[in-house]
């Protein structure tokens, strides 16, 4: 059956890195399946950040699909920590590889999926005015693919030129010479600084609250460091699915007050200098657990940030007072707080001079106006749940998952939906997903579904679907995980808020925190058992 054709035995939403991986799962068990991208091409995440400095803060090995020896030793990585073009590379490579291109529909924007209880189909509404049916409905939308713009007044009034990160322009921009302006200090907003505050001739970064952030330390990979890593693939990727968050890095088997003073000042110096999120995850063992530990790597950091900024005004501004270290989402920084030494930078905390509307010539706060040519919203998504809420999900008896999950993202097991059968959120919302690196955590949920579609077809099923009770089971389980841990005290995504979006500014379980290991034993143990929680028909 050809793309065009109006019924297929699966859909999948996304050409990422997630419904790549499906695609090639399901034509593997013989299904006719096709993929919906909105994107021109695949890539997802890779596809669309095209804004400068976009690039991996896991190890550019650790990220790679795993299952594949052939694809791991055609790839080569030139960088530890590779930039946003070279993963775009690698999934048109890997999509190529697999022969998959033929099977995937770009262009495509889901505009909505009904399901239809008495036929037990799927009918997937695009906004080209075309509906397709399934049995199968796979999303595979990502958990950052929903951006979203401040509450500013005035947004679309900008004469120069303006995007948010998400949607960077395809071609290059011109910062040289430019007036810049970037809104937001998360990890994207830290990748862009460092990038182009060399480039411009002003910069001005607005920022609300300052991150934590730490050195990427990035470097090229040479040629004989590459045989290295082909060589040793089976070990990087033992050693991911070692670890609670399945990189690299994992946590010291040590509470910090077991080590002597000295000797933690010279291990978190070591981590300080090395690449990627040991600072972050391969710390002692209570850091992110125990206030008081919390607090005390907090101050090494905080005075890491006073070395490297020259004006302690200006570093007191950039040091977070309201959350410790690690407890939202670490940036890792390349250059980031250098940029601040640069006579042409400059930091507005809009918390003293709050912006109070976008005019045509640029940004006005109650300081005035300040004219710029380009203006930056590196201003975050509707993470985890804003993909979903945008494709209108109908399920049996009329039931939405807008409404659904108004208060809180119910799922079980972060797959399935009750009252949405034949539904599977692949690495969706209350997945250990994006809590943790994310192939490795995708190649976990395609894999499970992959082997529960092949149980469905074997029994001859034609509709799985998940009990309210079972949704309630893994709701109090998610809850429990983030009732342990410092995430809970700040808001951030992880914790399910968003100032810009409707009834989003409050603390949500969007996410199993539970760690990577625990949820792949927890899905094993469901599908050893016969998918307990799950009801076939
Ligand atoms: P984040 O981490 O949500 O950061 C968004 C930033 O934008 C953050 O600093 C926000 O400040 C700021 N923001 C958002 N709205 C406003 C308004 N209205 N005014 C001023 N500042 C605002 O998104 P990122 O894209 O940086 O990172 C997302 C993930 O992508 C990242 O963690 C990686 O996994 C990849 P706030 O902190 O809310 O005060």
Redesign the pocket.
Known sequence: MTTAEAHHDAIIIGAGICGTYMLHKLRLLGMDATVLERGEGPGG?WYW?RYPGARF?SESYSYGFSFSDEILQEWDWSEHFAAQPETLRYVNFVVDKLGLRQHMQFDCNVASARFDDGGNRWHVSLTDGRTLTCTFLFTAIGM?SA??????DGVESFQGQSFH??YAPQQPVEWEGKRVAV?????????VIGAIAPKVAELAV??????WCAPLNNGPISATEMADIKASYDDIFAKCRSTPNGFLHGPVRKDLAEVPQAERQAFWNALYASPGFGVWLGNYRDVLINPEANAEFSAFIADKIRSRVHDPEVAEKLIPKDHGFGT??V?METRYYEAYNLPHVQLVD?NDTP?ERITPEGIETSDGVRAFDIIV?????D?ITGAFDRIGFEGKDGATLREHWRDEPMTYLGVQVAGFPNLFTLAGPQAAS?ATNFPPAIETAVEWAADLVAYVKEHNIERVETTPAAEQEWFDEVKSVYDMSLLTQT????TG????VDDRNRLRHVIYLGGAPAYRERLAKVAQEGYPGFVFH
Do not use: E
């Not at 607005?206 to 991150?211: D, I, L, S, W």
């Open positions: 995440t950040n803060d950052l951006a979203t713009m401040p509450r500013i990160t998400y809104i937001g200090t998360g990890a994207t907003g830290v990748q607005y920022q609300r609250r300052p991150n939202r989402r940036p809009v912006i919203y590196a201003t975050g998504f993470a994006v808001r951030s995504w992880f808020y968003n100032s810009n």
